[in-house]
């Protein structure tokens, strides 16, 4: 079983930078994906970026493309998310989850942390 648990989210203003880690229990075998995901009040869980856990091939939402970072530490079995250039609109709940497609459907994935708040403020 592989449990996921988020850390890392709070409150920034517009323009700032934060890091969102997600510490992966139960070693994920190599075929694995993990991807972020959010969801603003009233909003559908929208899908943010994903990453292959052995190669590190990365997709992006094209909200977040050049602004947001996937990475993986395999050696730490953690994956993180540097956001940068933050918006008021980047506020939502956070959450990490993996499972064996990188696709941006949050159906795919079968594995997800508990959330962690992200608030941006103008």
């Known amino acids: 079983q592989v449990y996921l648990v988020e850390s890392g989210g709070g409150l920034v203003q517009a323009g700032d930078s934060l890091r969102l880690s997600c510490t992966v229990s139960?070693?994920?075998?190599?075929?694995?994906?993990m991807g972020w995901f959010r969801q603003a009040p009233g909003q559908e869980r929208d899908f943010v970026a994903a990453?292959?856990?052995?190669?590190?091939?990365?997709t992006y939402a094209d909200s977040v493309k050049g602004r947001f970072t996937i990475s993986r530490d395999v050696a730490k079995n953690t994956m993180y998310l540097q956001m940068n250039s933050l918006k008021p609109e980047d506020t939502a709940v956070y959450y990490c989850?993996?499972?064996?497609?990188?696709?941006?459907?949050?159906?795919?994935?079968?594995?997800w942390g508990q959330g962690t708040q992200v608030t941006v403020s103008s």
């Open positions: 139960g070693r994920p075998f190599g075929t694995y994906k």
């Open positions: 990453i292959t856990w052995n190669m590190g091939a990365t």
């Open positions: 989850a993996g499972g064996v497609r990188m696709v941006p459907i949050r159906s795919e994935y079968d594995h």
